[in-house]
């Protein structure tokens, strides 16, 4: 079975600082992978996916980077967090595009 | 372009009554649809999805959706509701060519339980 794991689960960051939330896929060979933003009480918004590992487009532009170093890692950054970055960031993958996404437990986070 | 109408922010309903969440879609052919549902602090999971064939499709946990291409809607029900229903719940659509598999969710009902 496939199983997809985000980390950290929660942070508080200054203003400024830098980011990086991960995301991992087992059991799943060259995955679709997704970065999706949900603000708090809102609805999601899709920031970037992969199909391949290197290859990375992104959907909107939040001051925010993706970059897939393997085939089952997908990393979310920025080298300075804006209070507007806060809430909460869904990994997710798929088998092929127009399929089914897969979502991860979620990383938190709170920009102060 | 491509987009989801929940028109229900919040609704509240009693153990063991009914449930049915309303969703509307625009889009130019039949996209695939979803209902996800979300915990609180938690990620999503997938309730049911519909891609093509019967309108009628079930899901986990004796949810079910009718797929209305002439009214544009995929509205989610429930025959009778427990208390461990309380959740948020996304409706969502993806285009049927879409290279990165861009789901459009809408805002997402909140639902209630009441014991």
């Known amino acids: 079975a496939q199983t997809i794991h985000q980390w950290p689960v929660a942070e508080i960051k200054a203003v400024g600082s830098p980011l990086s939330l991960g995301c991992t896929i087992k059991g799943k060979s060259s995955p679709n992978l997704y970065w999706y933003w949900q603000a708090t009480g809102g609805t999601l918004q899709q920031l970037f996916y992969?199909?391949?590992?290197?290859?990375v487009e992104s959907v909107v532009q939040l001051n925010l980077s993706a970059s897939r170093p393997k085939d089952d890692q997908f990393i979310l950054s920025t080298e300075k967090l804006l209070l507007s970055h806060s809430g909460f960031y869904l990994c997710?993958?798929?088998?092929?595009?127009?399929?089914?996404?897969?979502f991860g437990e979620g990383s938190r986070l709170i920009v102060v | 372009a491509q987009s989801v109408t929940q028109p229900d922010a919040r609704v509240t309903v009693s153990e063991g009554a009914s449930l049915q969440l309303r969703c509307k879609y625009s889009y130019s052919a039949t996209p695939y649809l979803f209902w996800y549902v979300q915990y609180p602090r938690q990620g999503l999971q997938l309730l049911l999805k519909y891609y093509s064939g019967d309108p009628v499709v079930q899901g986990v946990n004796s949810f079910e959706a009718e797929f209305s291409k002439s009214n544009s809607s995929f509205h989610l029900q429930k025959a009778s509701v427990h208390w461990s229903d309380s959740a948020v719940y996304f409706c969502a659509l993806s285009p049927t060519n879409s290279a990165g598999n861009k789901l459009t969710f809408g805002i997402g009902t909140r639902v209630l339980v009441r014991p």
């Open positions: 992969s199909i391949t590992v290197g290859q």
């Open positions: 997710a993958w798929s088998r092929d595009s127009g399929n089914t996404l897969y």
